[in-house]
């Protein structure tokens, strides 16, 4: 080989081996984020920036050492965007951004068949408490607490669209902190953007319930592409 082309060779070869790294496809998000709730199922909702409507939920399987996308639907979210989620204020119509447990689904309609999950029936008694003066708090009631205003309760019933289907998901929900926010579901879609939830398509929903499994312990994570609400550092 002449002198030339050697030191072209020289010169071309790292810059070869630094092509193939970037046309290598980056790690499934699941194994990018911090946690993932130590189970093999995991739900990720991201959404482009903290102020968007709108983003890509994914549900996920950790198989053979791998995290393995099971399936996606487009995402709603809060009309206010999302925030974080020990930040979160009670009536901002923001979707919380963070890490939780998904504890029964619930719903208008019955639960697909296959679904695994605790799975509670809305009737016409079914409220979801978000009075802050209420020892019944961020939980469902049934029939509404006494101490439980009507004004300041879910009547569920009322939401059949979206309602439907839903998972609980575990935002200031074991140790309840007064005024952070109550009530935030995954659930079917309604007509425009959530007051704090994150909603799905019906049909992807109820894929959902007869997907997830309790006993592998999965998880709802939420939050953007970057900055400070990154889904990764949850």
Same mark, same amino acid.
């Given at each position: 080989? +002449?002198? &030339?082309?050697?030191?072209?060779?020289?010169? %071309?070869?790292? =810059?070869?081996?630094?092509?193939?790294?970037? #046309?290598? !496809?980056?790690?499934?998000?699941?194994?990018?984020?911090?946690?993932?709730?130590?189970?093999?199922?995991?739900?990720?909702?991201?959404?482009?920036?903290?102020?968007?409507?709108?983003?890509?939920?994914?549900?996920?399987?950790?198989?053979?050492?791998?995290?393995?996308?099971?399936?996606?639907?487009?995402?709603?979210?809060?009309?206010?965007?999302?925030?974080?989620?020990?930040?979160? +204020?009670? &009536?901002?119509?923001?979707?919380?951004?963070? %890490?939780?447990? =998904?504890?029964?689904?619930?719903?208008?309609? #019955?639960? !697909?068949?296959?679904?695994?999950?605790?799975?509670?029936?809305?009737?016409?008694?079914?409220?979801?408490?978000?009075?802050?003066?209420?020892?019944?708090?961020?939980?469902?009631?049934?029939?509404?607490?006494?101490?439980?205003?009507?004004?300041?309760?879910?009547?569920?019933?009322?939401?059949?669209?979206?309602?439907?289907?839903?998972?609980?998901?575990?935002?200031?929900?074991?140790?309840?902190?007064?005024?952070?926010?109550?009530?935030?579901? %995954?659930?079917?879609?309604?007509?425009?953007?959530?007051?704090?939830?994150?909603?799905?398509?019906?049909?992807?929903?109820?894929?959902?319930?007869?997907?997830?499994?309790?006993?592998?312990?999965?998880?709802?994570?939420?939050?953007?592409?970057?900055?400070?609400?990154?889904?990764?550092?949850?």
């Amino acid at each position: 080989m +002449r002198p &030339g082309a050697r030191l072209l060779a020289a010169v %071309l070869a790292p =810059l070869s081996l630094l092509a193939l790294g970037a #046309a290598r !496809p980056s790690a499934p998000l699941p194994d990018r984020m911090a946690d993932t709730g130590g189970g093999s199922q995991l739900i990720t909702a991201v959404a482009p920036k903290a102020g968007s409507t709108k983003g890509t939920l994914t549900w996920w399987d950790r198989k053979s050492g791998r995290w393995v996308a099971a399936g996606s639907a487009p995402a709603g979210f809060g009309a206010k965007g999302l925030v974080e989620g020990t930040a979160r +204020r009670q &009536g901002t119509s923001t979707t919380p951004t963070g %890490l939780y447990g =998904l504890p029964y689904a619930f719903g208008t309609e #019955a639960a !697909p068949r296959g679904t695994r999950y605790s799975y509670r029936p809305v009737r016409a008694d079914s409220w979801w408490c978000q009075d802050n003066r209420s020892r019944r708090y961020n939980r469902w009631t049934e029939p509404r607490a006494a101490d439980c205003r009507a004004t300041e309760a879910e009547h569920l019933i009322t939401y059949r669209t979206q309602y439907a289907h839903a998972l609980v998901v575990a935002f200031n929900y074991h140790r309840p902190v007064r005024g952070r926010g109550a009530g935030i579901f %995954l659930h079917v879609d309604g007509r425009g953007a959530t007051a704090g939830c994150v909603s799905v398509p019906k049909d992807a929903m109820r894929r959902i319930l007869r997907w997830a499994d309790p006993v592998r312990a999965p998880h709802l994570a939420i939050g953007t592409e970057s900055g400070r609400t990154a889904i990764t550092r949850y």
